[in-house]
């Protein structure tokens, strides 16, 4: 039987919150981090890179937590709202998703943002170790240009830091990332979680910071793609925030100062959930 950990999008908020809902499951006995397959789409593709590191839970919940041991982390200013409403000019002529991603990664390429070479270096920072890990990784990102997603992974040839680079490039905040020549931007603009690349697995834990609604179009939706995994069979559980998680990861889930209180909260949640198959 094998189980997929799905791991969803969410900003240096969404890192610490998903990092603490794994650790306050372990403290209940319930650890899902050693998952057969790992699904990781923006801040989820951070998480899962840190989790196949094989560097301890706990150490990697100290890393959102501790001040001296937190990432070099680039502020910025980022609301939901105004974002949400600049992307509905973007998708105003577009005709289908294709063509609405298109216009996404467009934006993307015509914003101005840090250096590319700046961005990467917090990745780098991000991750214990820049080597793909043994067991097998998902990391969803869209190409900038035509709009179509891929999913790198140990033998797509893609060093790991620039595979989650490339995840994490929220449009018109982050660079894309440059990978053979072609640009990339999030993942989270197909799917907020990408959950559908978990199919095939026995049992599927999602966990979105962001919530299940989507931010954009998707032929993949979340609630959806639930529907389908559970209709052939497959256990699937959706973890979102609750009240209390939401209040810690605030406003803008991009702002570095949030990484502690998301985390605490996160764990907080993680204790008290109940897992159907454990």
């Known amino acids: 039987m094998s189980e997929a950990l799905v791991l969803g999008g969410g900003g240096v908020a969404g890192i610490a919150w998903t990092t603490g809902v794994l650790a306050g499951l372990a403290d209940a006995g319930r650890d899902v981090t050693g998952a057969d397959l790992l699904v990781g789409t923006s801040a989820g593709a951070t998480v899962a890179a840190q989790l196949g590191s094989g ?4 150490e990697l919940y100290a890393r959102q937590t501790d001040p001296a041991r937190q990432s070099a982390e680039i502020m910025a200013d980022w609301d939901m709202e105004s974002f949400g409403a600049e992307l509905a000019g973007v998708l105003a002529d577009a ?16 914003a101005v943002t840090v250096p590319e070479p700046e961005r990467r270096a917090v990745i780098e920072s991000r991750l214990p170790s820049h080597e793909w890990p043994g067991r097998t990784l998902h990391v969803v990102a869209v190409e900038a240009g035509n709009g179509e997603p891929r999913v790198f992974d140990r033998t797509s040839g893609v060093g790991l830091v620039d595979a989650v680079a490339a995840s994490c490039a929220v449009p018109g905040v982050w660079p894309p990332v440059t990978i053979d020549g072609l640009r990339y ?3 989270g603009v197909r799917s907020l979680a990408n959950a559908d690349y978990a199919a095939g697995a026995s049992r599927v834990l999602v966990i979105v910071p962001m919530g299940g609604a989507e931010l954009f179009p998707s032929e993949a939706p979340l609630e959806a793609t639930v529907a389908e995994l559970r209709a052939h069979g497959t256990d699937v559980l959706v973890v979102e925030p609750d009240e209390a998680s939401l209040t810690a990861m605030g406003t ?9 209180p998301a985390a605490e909260a996160g764990r907080a949640q993680g204790r008290s959930l109940e897992l159907p198959w454990r």
């Open 55 to 58: 560097l301890p839970l706990e």
């Open 95 to 110: 005709a289908d998703i294709p063509a609405m991603r298109r216009a996404v990664g467009k934006l993307a390429l015509d």
């Open 185 to 187: 931007v999030d993942g």
């Open 252 to 260: 803008n889930p991009l702002d570095p100062t949030t990484r502690a």
